[in-house]
Nanobody, 122 residues
Framework: QVQLVESGGGLVQPGGSLRLSCVASGSIFNLYTVGWFRQGPGKQRELIAYITSGGTDTYADSGEGRFTNSRDNAKETVYLQMNSLKPEDAALYYC????????????????WGQGTQVDLSY
């Protein structure tokens, strides 16, 4: 069974940084794109970044220049480095996996992590 486990969230001040991790098991990890979604209170879920099996990155406008994807296929892990965090970045962040051919995803055949919470404080 495929499992995705996120970690690295927490409470951070505006302008600070966090690195989120997503560890996969039970999948052929090097054949899949891994993406990051987030959903803040009262907001719709949005795709903020993804990285293909070949390491090609795509970023939403909200994170471009501040967020950076990387992946380590040997460790079956994807990282999202988030810098210069803003109050509007507060959300529950989800790791998501699907085949390269299904990104941006249709959600027909995919897998989700449980989410890791990012909160902003002063």
């Amino acid at each position: 069974q495929v499992q995705l486990v996120e970690s690295g969230g927490g409470l951070v001040q505006p302008g600070g940084s966090l690195r989120l991790s997503c560890v996969a098991s039970g999948s052929i990890f090097n054949l899949y794109t891994v993406g990051w979604f987030r959903q803040g209170p009262g907001k719709q879920r949005e795709l903020i970044a993804y990285i293909t099996s070949g390491g090609t990155d795509t970023y939403a406008d909200s994170g471009e220049g501040r967020f950076t994807n990387s992946r380590d296929n040997a460790k079956e892990t994807v990282y999202l480095q988030m810098n210069s965090l803003k109050p509007e970045d507060a959300a529950l962040y989800y790791c998501h996996e699907a085949l390269d051919s299904d990104y941006p995803p249709t959600f027909a055949y995919d897998y989700w992590g449980q989410g890791t919470q990012v909160d902003l404080s002063y």
